[in-house]
């Protein structure tokens, strides 16, 4: 007998824009903690592209890490994030982002002001919601990795809530709760068991 996951995620469609959610918003408000307690629900996760350029980065000649110089980075994570969408193009189930294409852009679109509509095809949407971590400055925490500073952040989230909504995503801000609540209410409203 299938599991109600498993029926949860034969009712969906092929459409690989029905699958894949993004979870965006500010620096620092739990993402990456919650992508890890999906992937521990069984979901298949995609780490933030930014976080992976920046080690690998660090690792090199650093040309590209966004405090050096941000349409490189920008450029990197929107080829890393097309990537990803490949790779799991096939997926079955629902498939959580640690952000993506639309992140990239509007970094993009602040470096150098080329357009999000220019960079982003229309075929390259998510899943129509997308899930927004709020300020959190009780968690927020400037790493090697995350050198912004706090109200840096803010700055960022405020773009990219008005980037999804200018185009057309249906916003919902995660409430600040801890993580397998907050995982439960991203599955609850994806209409999962």
């Known amino acids: 007998m299938p599991t109600a996951k498993e029926v949860w995620s034969t009712d969906m469609t092929a459409d690989i824009k029905t699958r894949h959610v993004i ?3 500010c ?16 979901f298949e996760t995609v780490p933030e592209p930014g976080l ?4 690998q980065e660090m690792d090199g000649a650093g040309g ?3 405090w050096v110089n941000m349409e490189a980075f920008a450029r990197r994570a929107l080829q890393l994030a097309r990537a990803d969408r490949q790779r799991v193009a ?34 390259e949407r998510y899943y129509d919601v ?20 706090y109200a840096q952040a803010l700055e960022e989230y405020t773009r990219l809530r008005s980037g999804y909504q200018t185009l057309g995503y249906d916003i919902v801000i995660l409430p600040k709760i801890d993580v397998v609540a907050r995982a439960d209410f991203i599955v609850a409203r994806l209409g999962g068991p």
């Open 130 to 149: 997308v899930f927004l971590t709020p300020p959190w400055p009780e968690i927020y925490r400037q790493t090697e990795e995350r050198r912004h500073s």
């Open 52 to 55: 992976r350029i920046v080690a």
């Open 90 to 123: 096939t997926a079955k189930d629902w498939v959580f982002f640690d952000r993506g294409l639309v992140d990239a852009a509007l970094a993009l679109e602040q470096a150098c002001g080329l357009s999000v509509t220019t960079t982003l095809d229309p075929a």
């Open 23 to 25: 979870l965006s918003g």
């Open 27 to 42: 620096s620092g408000g739990g993402k990456s903690t919650l992508l890890a307690e999906l992937s521990a629900r069984g």
């Open 64 to 66: 590209a890490l966004p």
